[in-house]
Antibody, heavy 123, light 107 residues
Framework: EVQLVESGGGLVQPGRSLRLSCTAS????????LGWVRQAPGKGLEWVGF??????????EYAASVEGRFTVSRDDSQSIAYLQMNSLRTEDTAVYHC???????????????WGQGTLVTVS | AIQLTQSPSSLSASVGDRVTITCRAS??????LAWYQQKPGRAPNLLIS???SLESGVPSRFSGSGSGTDFTLTISSLQPEDSVTYYC?????????FGGGTKVEIK
């Protein structure tokens, strides 16, 4: 069974940093891209960032709202993905989900499994 | 960035009704659209990918159609457990984007 478990959320002051982790099991982690999607309280889904598998270059993509502040990385040896969040703002307050990316030829990605999320509160 | 406009933002229907949710893209995305269902306090769940491909384990009352800029998610016979929120997502290009969501309620 595919499982994704996020951790590392909490209360943080504006301008500070936080690193989220996503621990995966039940599949060959290195074969998949991983995404981060957030959901502010009472709001919809917002894609944050994505990292491709090493087979597709291991490159990253970011939403404009977090570009330059957030960094996605991965450790395939431990089946963990990370979201490093710097210069946090009050508008970054949200539940952050990690999600497994299914791909068409390494170009197009959608998300076929999701973690329950971890709450980040910037205040 | 490609914008996705979902409509309606909420709807109320009776058990057994046919329900249709639409998702319109600001530019053509071929069939690169997914639909997700999200129950309160839970992670989203993938229902449909590639506009019309039903995920394994998803009830057959769910179906998707469309290509280009106009897409629909149809529930052929609404069940009480379908009373949750639905989102579309385009994956034609980065940045990936989601629609604003449609909340389905039972009358």
């Amino acid at each position: 069974e595919v499982q994704l478990v996020e951790s590392g959320g909490g209360l943080v002051q504006p301008g500070r940093s936080l690193r989220l982790s996503c621990t995966a099991s039940g599949f060959t982690f290195g074969d998949y891209g991983l995404g981060w999607v957030r959901q502010a309280p009472g709001k919809g889904l917002e894609w944050v960032g994505f990292i491709r598998s090493k087979g597709y270059g291991g490159t990253t993509e970011y939403a404009a709202s977090v570009e330059g502040r957030f960094t996605v990385s991965r450790d395939d040896s431990q089946s963990i993905a990370y979201l490093q969040m710097n210069s946090l703002r009050t508008e970054d307050t949200a539940v952050y989900h990690c999600s497994r990316g299914r791909t068409f030829r390494g170009v197009k990605y959608w998300f076929d499994s999701w973690g329950q999320g971890t709450l980040v509160t910037v205040s | 960035a490609i914008q996705l406009t979902q409509s309606p933002s909420s709807l109320s229907a009776s058990v057994g009704d046919r329900v249709t949710i639409t998702c319109r893209a600001s530019q053509g995305i071929s069939s690169a659209l997914a639909w997700y269902q999200q129950k309160p306090g839970r992670a989203p769940n993938l229902l449909i990918s590639d506009a019309s491909s039903l995920e394994s384990g998803v009830p057959s009352r769910f179906s998707g159609s469309g290509s280009g800029t106009d897409f629909t998610l149809t529930i052929s016979s609404l069940q009480p457990e379908d009373s949750v929120t639905y989102y579309c997502q385009q994956f034609n290009s980065f940045p990936l984007t989601f629609g604003g969501g449609t909340k389905v309620e039972i009358k």
